[in-house]
């Protein structure tokens, strides 16, 4: 799938909004390079490289060296920028940290991020969160029965993705409940025939958790998708350590508590690490997302360069490249009906 980069939204569940957009704000630049300068003449540092993996207060920070964690604060001059900001660093933010402060570590650089995570306050003024920075895919988590599968769905988070420039995975979970195979290749026929990396998985018999482990390895993953189809689960399976609550549970806290809880970056014990958000149930497309779907829709990238108008929304264009790969079932009219009705919802 394409990566876009620009304007982007979302990624949600149902209730709550979320991850977004990649998006260089000018004031994080002028902190950069104000440390980069400050740099050139202060020495005795002892600068190696780290990541954030939890923002405990604008004071307190973990931060990952090496595979180990250590507790870590901000610099005198890059302080000065948390006052303009929400916060300065987010989870996942690369940083130069000095390690010639025992015991805690010093953060004196924060690198240019690759990509943002990034979630609206509620409210009338929709304050942006940052939530994470440099996470690498997004597994979009279904489940056969249990509720149903709904291919709509994963379009929805697909385009969601395509739009954060972010991979994406389809794992269909409860894959036990499946009682007949032929209708689950007609529902997935089409993502696989498009490229889709797509599994089918388990947390009862184990099915399918090894190819996932395997796409997880050595990768920043969030899973996103519909309560009570799996994701605390499937983690558990993966990673026992971690115990998460399961549904029930944390479905009551994030209606009681509300908000404010922060994403942790949790090492995998295999590689890699997840994002864990907890409180925030989804991500969700956002109405300027419109203009993207016709070309991040699923499916529809490579044929939107074939369309004779740039902005051809495939619904009424002449020679338009998606139209005639529905007439000659190159498409399946549900997945186009599926367009129809994101594009026409936003
Ligand atoms: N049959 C079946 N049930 C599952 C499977 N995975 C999870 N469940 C059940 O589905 C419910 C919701 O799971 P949970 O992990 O809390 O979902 P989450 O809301 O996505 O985190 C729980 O009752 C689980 O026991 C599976 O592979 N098969
Ligand atoms: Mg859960
Ligand atoms: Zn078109």
Not at 10 to 23: A, G, H, M, V, Y
Not at 28 to 34: D, G, L, N
Not at 265 to 278: E, R
Request: charged share 25%; hydrophobic share 35%; glycine share 6%.
């Amino acid at each position: 799938m394409a990566r876009y980069t620009g304007r982007l939204s979302n990624i949600s569940l149902p209730d709550i909004d979320i991850l977004d957009e990649e998006k260089e704000k000018s004031h994080y630049k002028t902190a950069r390079i104000a440390s980069k300068r400050h740099n050139t003449y202060k020495d005795g540092l002892s600068l190696v490289q780290g990541r954030i993996t939890e923002i405990k207060s604008n004071y307190l920070y973990k931060v990952e060296v090496e595979g180990q964690t250590y507790n870590a604060s901000m610099s005198g001059r890059l302080k000065q920028f948390l006052y303009s900001s929400q916060a300065l660093a987010a989870v996942g933010d690369l940083v130069s940290v000095d390690t010639s402060a025992e015991p805690d570590k010093r953060i004196e650089h924060i690198l240019p991020r690759k990509n943002a995570l990034i979630r609206y306050g509620s409210g009338s003024y929709q304050k942006e969160i940052i939530l994470a920075a440099n996470i690498d895919q997004v597994i979009i988590t279904s489940s056969w029965r249990m509720p149903n599968f709904k291919a709509g769905l994963i379009d929805r988070y697909l385009c969601i993705a395509a739009i954060q420039g972010l991979e994406a995975i389809v794992v269909i979970n409860k894959i036990d409940l499946l009682e007949d195979p032929a209708e689950l290749d007609e529902e997935t026929a089409y993502y696989r025939r498009i490229g889709i990396p797509l599994v089918c998985t388990s947390v009862l018999d184990g099915a399918g958790l090894n190819e996932l482990k395997e796409l997880l390895k050595d990768k920043d993953s969030v899973f996103t998708g519909h309560s009570g189809t799996g994701k605390s689960s499937l983690i558990n399976y993966l990673e026992p350590s971690l115990q998460l609550a399961t549904a029930e549970v944390s479905d009551f806290n994030e209606k009681g508590k509300h908000t404010t809880t922060q994403a942790i970056l949790l090492p995998w014990s295999f590689g890699g690490h997840l994002l864990d958000t907890p409180g925030i149930k989804t991500i969700t497309l956002h109405s300027e997302d419109k203009a993207m779907i016709p070309k991040v829709f699923p499916g529809f990238e490579a044929l939107h360069q074939d369309c004779r108008f740039r902005d051809c929304s495939h619904i009424h264009e002449e020679n338009c490249a998606v139209l005639k790969a529905l007439e000659e079932d190159r498409i399946p009219i549900t997945r186009y009906d599926s367009y129809r009705s994101i594009y026409e919802s936003l």
